[in-house]
């Protein structure tokens, strides 16, 4: 594959998996409620340093780790925790919540980078897919050594970061149209989701 199509397509499969929702998402738009338009970037960043690690990880030959049955499983119940976890602290502070009105500076950028990897790590379905389409790509980059590995990955985070940066935009757009009340509501359907999303995760692998 040549280097144009090998960055041109890793932009477009990161971009169709980055606009389907999931706890990513949710935590994006649910954070962004409660802060400014800043949230996307931030918390891709942290996102983005969890990938490195990953693509570093099967760079060294440890891909077939991940593929065990016992790592999936253990994987899908500590992720389901965290998710059940962040699910319940949007539920305690649904009633004080506090939406910001304005763009003011966010003192906390670091608890959002880490919830960025937090909740990717958490995702079980973030590791399959890249030991499954993360590591066809990274075949197709090998033969290109250095380059090719950086144009896949810069391909790929750019989409994230392009995508969730429009979602923060426009969430924080949008809140300013409408009422505080409606927003606290649609903030604490978005901890019922995680609830129930990490619930499914472990009880998929559990029964």
Known sequence: MPLYLLFTTSFLVGLSG????????VVTVEE????DFKVGPQI????????LFMVLFLIFGFGEVLK?????KYLSIVGGVFLIYFGISTFLSFKKLKFKKNNSLNNKNFILILKGILVSLSNPYWTIWWITI?????????PYGFLGIFLFFIGHILSDFLWYSIVSFLVFKSKKMISE???????????F????????LILKKII
């Open 18 to 25: 980055a606009v389907s929702p999931g706890p990513l998402f």
């Open 32 to 35: 962004t409620l409660k802060k």
């Open 44 to 51: 891709i960043l942290g996102h983005s340093l969890l990938e």
């Open 68 to 72: 065990g049955e016992n790592v999936q």
């Open 134 to 142: 993360g590591l066809v790509y990274l075949s197709f980059a090998f």
């Open 181 to 191: 009340r409606y927003l606290k509501y649609l903030s604490f359907f978005f901890g």
């Open 193 to 200: 989701f995680l609830i129930f999303f990490g619930c499914f």
